[in-house]
């Protein structure tokens, strides 16, 4: 009789675990299909923004202000700092932009969209709408029903109006992601945060939405949001993104996906390996001329520190924001420690 208690037991303990594993599933299922329903009813989208940001104890600095305007597969960003401006275009499978210097150098480049954030604050990524993807993998942003793949799933759970749902990381790295989404907003994400152990130091980053506006009836869209890095519970870089005069599913003139090359500019077409100067129309003046591998602009890598990895110099014809999502920002932390590590084995052997 006690063994038959005991399988009993057994059977009942299976079962309940059986439960909570489809609960889970359940509930992934429900995140997966209302967030894509819910980003995929957004159309169109405007908005203007504006960048802070803040290293370590560094003061708040004012980064970048701008307009962004997107409808389908076309996306307009116009954007100014205290030492550029710029502008960029994705239509047709093509990202198109150039960038004028304070001292009125300027450069631009043609080259095929893979998909990732244009700009030093791309709204569909800072809003979470859209989840980075591997460059190259695509030519659209995806959503989190494209990013779940074949993660395993650690954790569901529903608390009120949150939902929350931790997967295992991707990449090979010791670490795990948890997404937050608010049913009240129609299950959009409210908050993406990742976390590696990398030798022993805690690398995380965290990227949510702190407030939202309503710019239709029934449809919201994130007005606040906040990307954070963080070595060992310590804040390291933030990055604050405002977002105004909001508005969605409205009808753009074609002039908004036009963009020009200001007069004089050298543009580098990166697809089929040409560059060649604009006059003021626009139109390629003089001979086209083989492009091999372009020297980045003068001055460029002249700012940047030595204990940091130099950028990349296609940053200034195409910024690509890499704290538009956390996985990014640890990833950044994770080669950032590497690097130094590098450099202390380095100096301790000469």
């Known amino acids: 009789m006690r063994y038959m208690l005991f399988a009993a037991t057994l059977l ?16 992934l299922q429900t995140a997966r ?29 004012l980064s970048q202000v701008g307009e962004f305007w ?62 980075a993807t591997k460059p190259g993998t695509r030519s659209r942003p995806a959503v989190f029903d494209d990013v779940v793949g074949h993660r395993k799933l650690l954790q569901a759970r529903s608390a009120g109006d ?20 608010d049913r009240r907003k129609n299950y959009l994400i409210t908050e993406v945060s990742t976390i590696r152990t990398v ?26 949001a906040v990307a954070e890095v ?24 074609e002039d908004v996906f036009a963009l020009q090359f200001p007069s004089g500019c050298e543009v580098h077409d990166l697809i ?28 460029e890598l002249g700012r940047t520190e030595t204990r940091e990895q130099p950028r990349s110099w296609t940053r200034w014809i195409l910024p690509l924001s890499v704290f538009c999502l956390a996985a990014s920002l640890v990833v950044w932390g994770i080669r950032r420690w590497r690097l130094a590590r590098s450099e202390e084995s380095i100096t301790e052997n000469r």
């Open 12 to 27: 009942v303990a299976a079962a309940a675990a059986e439960i909570r594993g489809e609960s889970s599933q359940d509930l």
């Open 33 to 61: 299909t209302e967030n894509r329903k819910t980003v995929e009813s957004i159309h169109s989208m405007y908005c203007r923004f504006r960048i802070s940001r803040q290293s370590g104890n560094q003061p708040s600095v």
């Open 70 to 131: 997107a409808s389908g597969d076309r996306v307009r960003v116009k954007w100014n700092s205290s030492e550029s401006r710029g502008e960029i275009l994705i239509a047709a499978g093509r990202v198109s932009s150039f960038t004028v210097l304070k001292g009125n150098q300027r450069g631009g480049s043609v080259a095929a969209y893979d998909g990732t954030p244009v700009g030093e604050c791309d709204p569909r990524y800072f809003s979470l709408f859209h989840l």
């Open 162 to 181: 949150e939902l929350q749902i931790e997967l295992q990381s991707d990449d090979g790295e010791n670490g795990k992601s948890q997404f937050k989404f």
């Open 199 to 224: 030798a022993n130091r805690n690398l995380s980053a965290k990227s949510r939405v702190t407030r939202f506006s309503e710019p239709a009836h029934g449809v919201y869209f994130p007005s606040h």
């Open 230 to 253: 963080f070595e060992n519970d310590r804040l390291t870089y933030s990055q604050i993104c405002e977002f105004t005069e909001i508005a969605v599913n409205k009808l753009f003139g």
């Open 272 to 299: 089929r390996g040409k560059k060649f100067v604009v006059d003021a129309g626009g139109r390629p003046i003089g001979e086209e001329r083989s492009l091999t591998t372009p020297p980045p602009p003068k001055g």
